[in-house]
């Protein structure tokens, strides 16, 4: 039988020593950190938590079922969440209450305005007259079409003479100063009310010789052609410059175109 020496059982306890050791370093860090896990961590280590941390990621759950999408839960009753709807009155559906302006009956159809009121259609109330036209303006004929108002006569008026057409309107000269002393302009207006056309006529104008005192020293006649046709119901107006011999109106003295007649053919 062989013996065996003392020294043969340290080497092999010696070798299953470092064996251990080697395994237990492996097993206390991540692979070539240094160190090996000798025990727990204790107040003495800085680095040991002293107080319960919270995670520093966010929480994920997941449904035991599977069904629905993952990712931080909202609790009830936070803001962002809907919380459990209150129930309603029964025969309520959430809308606004019959009665009330603006309500509908659920069909999407607005309700009717009330009997008397305007739809925004231009209608006038039950009761009311259309709004009248601002004065001056023309009336509304048949058909919606405006007729205009016939002219004003011109005012004031002087006879038309004998034998004067029906309906004929003459108005009172208009007498103005010309570039010379022995020439006057006269205007005078016509207007035809009647039912035809005037197209013949002439009117003679008396001119007075007025002095330096007032005199009326003499009066000149000169006949001219009136402005025709006078078409019924148009306006017309004749211009005329009125002029006698230069040597009759000497100096000092004016003319004064007073007198005017016509004669009809």
């Known amino acids: ?25 492996g097993c206390g860090s991540a692979a070539g950190s240094g160190y090996a896990a000798v025990g727990a961590a204790g107040p003495a280590d800085p680095s040991a938590p002293t107080r319960p941390a919270p995670p520093r990621d966010g929480v994920e759950l997941t449904p035991l079922d599977g069904g629905g999408a993952t990712g931080p ?3 009830p009753g936070s ?5 459990p709807s209150r129930p309603t009155a029964p025969g309520t559906t959430g ?6 302006p ?9 309700p009717s305005a009330p009997p008397g009121s305007t739809t925004g259609q231009g209608s006038n109330p039950p009761g009311t007259k259309a709004p009248a036209p601002p004065s001056g303006s023309p009336a509304p004929g048949p058909g919606g079409s405006t007729t205009p108002e016939p002219p004003a006569p011109p005012s004031p008026t002087i006879p038309a003479g004998p034998n004067a057409p029906s309906g004929l309107v003459v108005g009172k000269p208009v007498l103005a100063d010309t570039d010379v002393r022995w020439c006057q302009r006269v205007t005078i207006d016509f207007l035809n009310t009647g039912q035809h056309p005037v197209t013949a006529g002439t009117v003679t104008f008396g001119s007075h010789v007025i002095g330096a005192l007032g005199i009326d020293w003499a009066t000149l ?5 009136l402005p025709l ?7 017309a107006t004749g211009t005329w410059r009125v002029c006698v011999d230069a040597w009759r109106v000497p100096l000092g003295m004016h003319l004064n175109t007073k007198d005017v007649t016509f004669k009809w053919k």
């Open 229 to 235: 046709p006078l078409s019924p119901g148009k306006p």
């Open 221 to 225: 006649d000169s006949t001219r052609d």
């Open 1 to 25: 039988m062989r013996r065996t020496t003392p020294v043969a059982y340290v080497a092999t306890a010696s070798a299953a020593v470092f064996c251990l050791g080697g395994v237990l370093t």
């Open 102 to 110: 603006g309500a509908s009956d659920g069909s999407g159809t607005p």
């Open 95 to 100: 809308t606004t209450p019959p009665g009330t």
């Open 73 to 75: 839960s909202t609790p």
């Open 79 to 83: 803001p962002g969440s809907s919380g």
